[in-house]
């Protein structure tokens, strides 16, 4: 079930460089709980797409199944979407980007949605690396039904269930790293000055971009004693850097030696300026992020903001070589080019 919102906007409401209101990108009324930090992570995706200055009808938000799995119905109502099946995001993200490579692709799932079920999808979409933002709604625990622990739940956490977790926990940034993302990022629900950035910089990121977003679920696991609470994500919280993403090129393009501000020009021109760099962290050496989030949580802090970029990787069309134009825009003649033209194929693999 949803709820409509009311259609009232402020006449005075600003507006994009399309001319769209930041109304134009909400969807229904949130029915999560109140407090949920899932709906503060939809509200950083309307103002991510607002402010890149998206169509809305050239979104395409796909998603599995959870609370989080939910979310898009509250954001974008004139996109398209795909509500899927518990795990199977990826599939049908999969499907849909190489039919139509023109659309923006935004996949929403939750921590036992990627973690469990679909552990084994999510790993071949970042090794195919499609041209996707991979948002993560991470609240260690399936919501959605009654909050038992997730994978991502971590050893010793308890939630409100009362017993601490027994297994030890999958980091979905480092798994995305060691499994080839170039873009990987973590963020919290309650820091939009440091999501809103990350959403802009993982849309306009040529190729799979994941964040791993914290977004406690305050009905079932936001005890003094769970990890994955508001308390304890806000104590602690070690930030890579201050992010800030700069949708038009600007003439800055320093090359920087080690503790200095970074300049990463994206592929469409943007660029993502990195301020108060970590010391010993290099966002564009693989090697040193994987270690980055090694030493985190050996110190049980949560690593946050960009963690990696590699914005000259190859993304699935390239590395498949496929037709520039959406499917839907072939003609009958090149989608089915005839029996002289089928037989010479043929021929070649005989
Ligand atoms: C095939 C299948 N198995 C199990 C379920 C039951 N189920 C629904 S949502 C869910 C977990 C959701 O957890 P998460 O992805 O973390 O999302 P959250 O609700 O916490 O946002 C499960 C196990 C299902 N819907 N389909
Ligand atoms: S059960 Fe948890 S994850 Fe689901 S809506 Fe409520 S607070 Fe959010």
Partial sequence: MSYKRPSFRHPASATNALGFHQKDYEGALSTLCAGCGHD???????????????????????SGIGCSSKTPTDFMANSH????????????????????????????????????????????VVRR???????????????????????????????????????????????????????????????KEQLIPLIKA??????????????????????????????????????????????????????????????????????????ALASGWDPTNRLSAINAIHQANEKGDVLTGLIFVDPEQMEVHEILNTISRPLNELTQNELMPGAAELEEINASYR
């Fill in 40 to 62: 503060s992570i939809s509200a950083a995706i309307i103002q991510a797409c607002f402010e890149l200055a998206i169509p809305p009808h050239r979104i395409a938000k796909i």
């Fill in 81 to 124: 979407g795909f509500n899927s099946v518990h795990g199977r995001m990826p599939s049908v993200a999969t499907g849909a980007v190489l039919a139509n490579r023109d659309l923006t692709y935004i996949g929403v799932s939750g921590d036992g949605d990627t973690a469990s079920i679909g552990m084994g999808q999510f790993a071949h």
């Fill in 129 to 191: 690396n499609l041209n996707m933002v991979y948002i993560v709604m991470n609240n260690g625990c399936y919501g959605l039904t009654k909050g038992q622990d997730s994978a991502t739940a971590d050893v010793g956490s308890i939630g409100k269930a009362g017993h601490p977790t027994m297994f030890s926990s999958i980091d979905l940034a480092g798994l995305a790293l060691e499994l080839g993302a170039g873009f990987v990022a973590r963020s919290f629900s309650g820091d």
């Fill in 202 to 275: 993982g849309i306009s990121h040529k190729g799979f971009a994941l964040i791993d977003v914290l977004s406690p679920c305050v009905t079932f696991n936001n005890t003094l004693t769970s990890t994955k609470s508001y308390t304890h994500v806000r104590d602690h919280m070690e930030s890579t850097s201050i992010a800030d993403f700069v949708p038009e090129k600007s003439e800055i393009t320093a090359t920087q030696a080690p503790g200095e501000d970074l300049v990463i020009e994206m592929h469409d021109g943007s660029e993502l300026h990195l301020t």
